[in-house]
Nanobody, 129 residues
Framework: QVQLVESGGGLVHSGGSLNLSCAAS????????VGWFRQAPGKEREGISC????????YYADSVKGRFTIGRDHERNGVFLQMTGLKPEDTAVYYC??????????????????????WGQGTQVTVSS
């Protein structure tokens, strides 16, 4: 059974930083491209960043480019998202999800919303102004 556990969220002031982690069990994340998504209250879930199998390519939505960094923690079968320069509009629940594509397709990956899965419970990020 595949399980994803996101962690590292919290409450920070505007301009602050957080490091999110996504840990997987039941599958080897290295074999998949992985995306980070977020969902703010009353809004649709949106894809914000993803990383290819082999880690050779990364992609960021314009809203987070230059502030967020995605990477893998191979030892822990995980993926992280380093977030700096946080803004109140970054407030959301953050999720990770793996996807398999023969060739990395970040646009397709970040458009793959539920019910496509799997998904974890997410981790809450709150940025105060």
């Amino acid at each position: 059974q595949v399980q994803l556990v996101e962690s590292g969220g919290g409450l920070v002031h505007s301009g602050g930083s957080l490091n999110l982690s996504c840990a997987a069990s039941g599958l080897t994340l290295d074999h998949y491209a992985v995306g980070w998504f977020r969902q703010a209250p009353g809004k649709e879930r949106e894809g914000i960043s993803c990383i290819s199998r082999g880690d050779s390519e990364t992609y960021y939505a314009d809203s987070v480019k230059g502030r967020f960094t995605i990477g893998r923690d191979h030892e822990r079968n995980g993926v992280f998202l380093q977030m700096t320069g946080l803004k109140p509009e970054d407030t959301a629940v953050y999720y990770c999800t793996p996807r398999y594509y023969p060739h990395f397709n970040p646009v397709q990956l970040l458009a793959s919303l539920p019910p496509s899965g799997p998904w974890g419970q997410g981790t809450q990020v709150t940025v105060s102004s």
